[in-house]
């Protein structure tokens, strides 16, 4: 395969953001999946959040499982933190890496295949412990790198390729976060840059587990007639409950959002969501009623997209452990080792 790279030199005229950098800064190397993945759109996705949000790419730590969408990382944020680990275990090496340095923004991206099968375990105890990540999981319900064998997110009765019908039922990553405690829950589609993009910035912002699930359709497997993860089927089938717009607490709020068709809600760190609602009883921070309302709308082979739920008052691992506010990879050996004294000390509180 011939390794095409892309140009060092940029064109002068390209907008820069507030810290100096063009968009083309966010980017990384040249994709190599097929063209027209679902899964290049959110790369680009994530690259216009950063950019927009001003981001300094050294303070990003992107880390990822096997498959095509652990992939992916290397197609974004090329001059930031990188770790691609093995399969299903992306969400362990993240919880240690947030807890010895607590100053990095923490970007994990999975598949459908890294974290709804072999690293569904590692995926409940993330979500339940509150570790401060954005957790994006690329959805195409299909094995795109061993030639598109169902996933274990693949809907009962989709078909696949080779015309084979799925009979096993469905694992709702979705549910499986709300249930499990995450504090931050959107879903969205590859192909809908306009959602996607504010609900990534918004996800960055939370403080606490933040989960969002991207149906991202695999033009080489799943997008055909029968699948509930083509582009087609999304588009036909897609509820959005919200339409998104993310305001940093700098910026002035517009008078372009009449009242009583807006909800506010203000995260525990100060940052703004504003929602503007398309059914009038839908309520985000209704942990409850959102996860009745997805299941009655998954009911009527509705796919539910935009923000789902968040919690505005939610705390991270860091809280949890009370952890020092110092990031442990700066401790030296006298701060770990601190003597027989303080040990005595310890020893003697817990008798």
């Given amino acids: ?20 950098h063009t968009r083309r800064d966010y980017e990384g190397k040249i994709s190599t999946l097929c063209a027209g993945c679902g899964h290049d759109s959110i790369s680009a996705s994530i690259i216009q959040a950063c950019w927009e949000m001003n981001i300094q790419p050294h303070r990003v730590a992107k880390l990822s499982g096997i498959g095509c969408s652990s992939k992916t990382p290397d197609y974004f944020l090329g001059n930031s933190h990188g770790f691609n680990s093995v399969h299903g275990r992306m969400p362990s090496v993240l919880t240690g890496a947030n807890l010895a340095n607590r100053e990095l923004l923490y970007m994990g991206v999975s598949g459908d295949g890294d974290s709804a099968s072999i690293g569904l375990g590692q995926f409940a105890h993330c979500m339940r412990r509150g570790v401060n990540m954005v957790y994006i999981v690329e959805n195409n319900g299909v094995y795109g790198l061993t030639k598109g064998q169902f996933s274990a997110t693949a809907d009962k009765g989709s078909k ?156 991270d691992l860091h809280e949890h452990m009370e ?22 000390k310890i020893n003697a509180s817990m008798r």
Avoid: W
């Fill in 160 to 315: 696949s390729k080779r015309g084979i019908i799925n009979s096993e039922e469905p694992i709702d990553m979705v549910g499986l976060a709300l249930q499990l405690g995450a504090s931050f829950v959107g879903r969205s589609f590859s192909g809908d840059k306009a959602q996607l993009v504010p609900l990534i910035k918004a996800a960055i912002e939370h403080k606490g587990a933040a989960f969002i699930d991207v149906v991202s359709p695999c033009v080489a497997f799943n997008n055909h007639p029968g699948s509930t993860k083509s582009y087609d089927y999304v588009r036909e089938h897609n509820e959005a409950v919200n339409r998104l717009d993310f305001i940093t607490e700098r910026e002035e709020i517009t008078a372009d959002y009449a009242p009583g068709t807006v909800t506010t809600v203000k995260q525990h760190d100060g940052s703004i969501l504003r929602l503007r609602k398309l059914a009038e009883d839908y309520d985000a921070t209704d942990r409850i009623k959102v996860m009745n309302y997805l299941q009655e709308r998954a009911a009527e082979g509705e796919v539910v997209t935009g923000l789902l739920y968040v919690n505005p008052d939610s705390q």
């Fill in 323 to 344: 952890t020092t506010s110092a990031p442990l990879n700066t401790f030296g050996a006298r701060d770990l080792c601190p003597g027989n004294v303080m040990l005595e």
């Fill in 1 to 20: 395969m011939t390794y095409i790279a892309k140009p060092s030199l940029h064109h002068p005229d390209l907008p820069k953001n507030a810290v100096g």
